[in-house]
């Protein structure tokens, strides 16, 4: 079994990747990723909230009617986002001020629900969760990678710790900080990931 | 000038244009770029779901207000906000459906499709999150929502027309389909930072 379950993890971590490949979960991709702090929290609550919906959803998987399985998904979805916003808020107030209405759109990342239909609904609890869990993870890597990017380019730091003798040479770049500067910075990343896989393919 | 020192008809419309413009919900905050990207292959279909995710959007975000200040509120449920905002929206969507299925067969084929859509649309429940953290009465909640709303719509519209020019010309491979739409709503959202600093609320 152990060799199905770190083919689980690098599907969800590289060849699936929720971002790249499944084009899911972009809104909360693009609105947390100014600062690093924030989206190592928005990647945390994506993280937990996917692989225990997916533990969930498979443990009741056989008693779920079809008909109305969608609002039971939402519902325990809910569930975990609101225990999520709860940790985070106690944690860290000040993170929660800035993502906090962005933490309770969790319910709404595809990338959940695309998970709990494609995969949990149809296997065992403990493959979901690692499923979940590789998921939440390749979301929070391609996170990070904008977020450090903006994050240099506009303020200079990473973490809110400054860079040595970047401010000698570097003008700090607001438009990076701004919306466009994530629909750019996103844009370049899907190009690129994309054009590897057209290579790929041919 | 304060929002609580003009009167409710001048404050309902600069929330609203605020909404609408200043405050984009899916240039200047993200929300509903899923199926943004996902639908906004054409202008007809854009219009479709742009039109509907407006209705939706305006009367969630009253109800929404009423079920939170006068039922969660006065009972200290503050913290079930999440749960009972996406079923409200649920349920509206499903009441609109079935309400559209019975009434206008002309209408429920060229909408009907989209409301499942939005029950997942981000854009919704964000406007219902969003408008808690304004001390807004109800009125003020509701041009919220509409102008938040219309200001989604107007988007879509406008990101439908410029990918129904660009899918005749030839991209680079990797470009194609998501590539490209984050590079037009990444030029867009830059008109519309000019819009910011215009109205502050």
Known sequence: MASSYGKILKDGLVTENPIFRQVLGICSALAVTNLVTNTLYMGFGVTFTTALTSFTIALLRNYIPVRIRMIVQVIIIAVYVMVVEILIKALAPDVHRFIGPYVGLIITNCIIMGRAEAFASQNKPLPSLVDGLANGLGYTSVLVAIAVIREIMSFGTVLGYKLPALDLWWHPWTIMVMPPGAFFMLAILTWMARARLVKEVK | ?201
């Not at chain 2, 419309?13 to 200047?28: C, G, H, P, R, Y």
């Not at chain 2, 779901?49 to 929404?64: E, I, R, S």
């Not at chain 2, 299925?101 to 969003?130: M, Q, W």
Request: proline share 2%; glycine share 10%; hydrophobic share 55%.
């Open chain 2, 1 to 201: 000038m304060e929002l609580s020192q003009m009167s409710l008809f001048a404050s309902c419309v600069l929330i609203f244009v605020s909404a609408t413009f200043t405050d984009n919900i899916l240039m200047a905050r993200f929300l509903g770029m899923c199926s943004c990207l996902g639908v906004s292959k054409k202008v007809d279909t854009s219009l479709g779901l742009g039109l509907a995710v407006m209705f939706v959007t305006a009367v969630t975000a009253a109800l929404n207000y009423l079920v939170y200040q006068y039922m969660l509120v006065p009972l200290h449920l503050e913290y079930l906000k999440l749960i009972i905002f996406i079923v409200v929206i649920a349920a509206f969507t499903q009441l609109v459906e079935m309400i559209i299925e019975r009434t206008s067969e002309k209408l429920y084929n060229s909408l009907g499709i989209f409301l499942p859509l939005i029950t997942v649309n981000c854009a919704i429940l964000g406007i219902s999150l969003f408008m808690l953290n304004k001390p807004y009465s109800f009125w003020q909640a509701f041009a919220f929502g509409l102008g938040g709303g219309l200001g989604w719509f107007l988007a879509i519209a406008l990101i439908g027309g410029i990918r129904e020019k660009i899918n005749e010309s030839a991209l680079p491979k990797g470009l194609e389909g998501p590539g490209i739409t984050l590079i037009i709503i990444g030029i867009m959202a830059l008109g519309f930072v000019g819009f910011s600093g215009m109205i502050k609320i």
